[in-house]
C-alpha cells in the first residue's frame, strides 16, 4: 500500500503538466501584445475611434446611439454585441469622457497618400485620468485576446485530450498572429468577439462529451450569445 501511494504521489502531478502549454501560449501572447502596444497608438486600428466613441456614449446614456440622429457616432457599430462596450464603459465610469474623445486627432495626410497614420499622438502626453478610458479599452481588447487563446487551447484539449502539445501549437499559432496581436493592442471588440465564439465552441464539445451535465448547453448558448 506505501508503495503504491509513493507512486500515485509522484505521478499525480503529472495530471497537470498539460495545462502548462496553456500558460506557456498565455504568456507568449502577451508579451508580444505589450511588444505591439509599445509601438501601435491605441486609435491606429480600423474603426477605433468608432469603437471608442460607442463605449463611452453607452458609459453617457446607458444605451446604444441607436437613432438616425446619432448613428454617426458609431455608424457600422450599433449592430455588433456590445459586451465589449459595455465593459469599456464600466471600466471609464469616473473619467471625463469628453477630453479623453480630444485624444482622437486624425491625420490630414493619410487620405492624400502622404502618410500612413491614420491619427496624431498629442505633443503633450495626457494625464492618467484623462487618458485611463482609452487605455481600459486597449487592456479590455487584451483580454479578449487573451481569452481567444485560451479558448483556443482549451477546445483543441478537449478534442484531442491525449495531444496537449496540439493544443499548445494552435494556441501558439492564434496568439501570434500579426493581425490579431495588432488588434489586441488597439481599440476594438474583435478579440472578444474571437474570444466568445471559441468558448462557446468548448463549451460545446464539453456537453458532447459530457452528457450528464446538460447545463453546459446552457453555458454554451449564453457564451454564443455574447458573441
Known amino acids: 500500500m506505501a508503495d503504491a501511494n509513493a507512486v500515485q504521489s509522484t505521478w499525480a502531478p503529472l495530471r497537470y503538466r498539460p495545462y502548462w502549454g496553456l500558460v506557456f501560449a498565455g504568456a507568449l501572447f502577451l508579451v508580444f501584445v505589450l511588444l505591439y502596444a509599445q509601438v501601435v497608438p491605441p486609435l491606429e486600428g480600423p474603426d477605433a475611434g468608432a469603437h471608442f466613441r460607442y463605449a463611452i456614449y453607452l458609459r453617457d446614456h446607458g444605451l446604444p446611439p441607436l437613432d438616425a440622429e446619432r448613428a454617426e457616432i458609431s455608424h457600422q ?132 462529451k459530457q452528457p450528464q451535465r446538460p447545463w453546459l448547453w446552457l453555458a454554451a448558448g449564453m457564451v454564443a450569445g455574447l458573441a
Open 77 to 208: 457599430l450599433v449592430q455588433q454585441p456590445p459586451l465589449y462596450y459595455g465593459l469599456v464603459a464600466a471600466a471609464s465610469l469616473f473619467s471625463p469622457g469628453d477630453e479623453t474623445l480630444g485624444l482622437e486627432e486624425l491625420n490630414p495626410y493619410l487620405e492624400k497618400g502622404l502618410s500612413r497614420r491614420a491619427t496624431v499622438t498629442p505633443l503633450e502626453p495626457p494625464s492618467l485620468t484623462v487618458a485611463w478610458p482609452l487605455y481600459a479599452a486597449v487592456i479590455i481588447a487584451t483580454v479578449g485576446g487573451l481569452l481567444a487563446v485560451a479558448g483556443t487551447w482549451l477546445l483543441v484539449h478537449a478534442m484531442m485530450p491525449h495531444t496537449p502539445l496540439l493544443a499548445t501549437a494552435a494556441a501558439v499559432v492564434v496568439g501570434l498572429n500579426p493581425q490579431f496581436l495588432f488588434s489586441a493592442a488597439t481599440v476594438t471588440n474583435d478579440t472578444w468577439t474571437a474570444a466568445t465564439t471559441v468558448l462557446a465552441m468548448w463549451l460545446a464539445v464539453c456537453a458532447l
